[in-house]
């Protein structure tokens, strides 16, 4: 595409120090939506078995104005290392800050993480950081080890989070069980109000899910579905 989105790669300290790029597409406006995605198993930020990646460059094909915000793993692989990250909004700010943005900018600021990206959160919640934002999208990242410590930590957390959307796959065992469960308990947390949990309609697979960027932002039925 003509101009070509700026791409920055920029070492962020809140990610333990490792790379994160950020895409900023052509004709950006000056109140920022900034979306910082956590990728899973068998990708890195931009590149491997990806779906995230891919959409996000037809996206910016097609005239997306997102600045995109890509952490990388310490370890990127088939089992991917992700005991790199100290707190999700610091990270966001420093590579924002990298590529020549202000954190003061950002009118809408949206994080998700799929799959072992789901370990970056709890990676976050286990060291005090912070998770917040407009909408916070769990995709088909509810695995043993992860769904246990975000049923612990991410409804007790002190988050400045408005919406969690909650995205299971077809395929993915338990995937829907567990994706009930996580939406009540945060639903009882934080009580009724703007703050609350909804599990999207299951992606087709958890290859899909990764790519699922648009939460429900809409008030939760008593399970939390939305489908």
Known sequence: MSPPPTITVTAAPANGGSPVTVIVPP????ELKVHTHYHGDRAQAVSGENKAAESIAERIR?????V???????????????SNPVDVDKTTNEALRGA???AKDVDQRVVSAHSS????????????GSIS??????QDALYPGVFEDLKKKLGGATLGLSHVTIVPAEGTRDAVANARELAKILNGDWG????NADVAKPAPSHYDASAVFEGTRTPSK???DKF
């Open 192 to 195: 009724p109000g703007p703050t």
């Open 133 to 138: 934002g407009d909408e916070l999208i769990i």
């Open 27 to 30: 004709g950006r406006r000056d």
């Open 222 to 224: 008593p399970i939390g």
């Open 100 to 102: 020549g943005l202000a």
């Open 62 to 66: 097609k005239g997306d104005k997102t």
């Open 68 to 82: 995109w915000v890509l952490p990388e793993a310490k370890g990127p692989g088939d089992i991917t290392d992700w």
């Open 117 to 128: 990206g789901g370990r970056a959160l709890t990676k976050t919640l286990e060291r005090g």
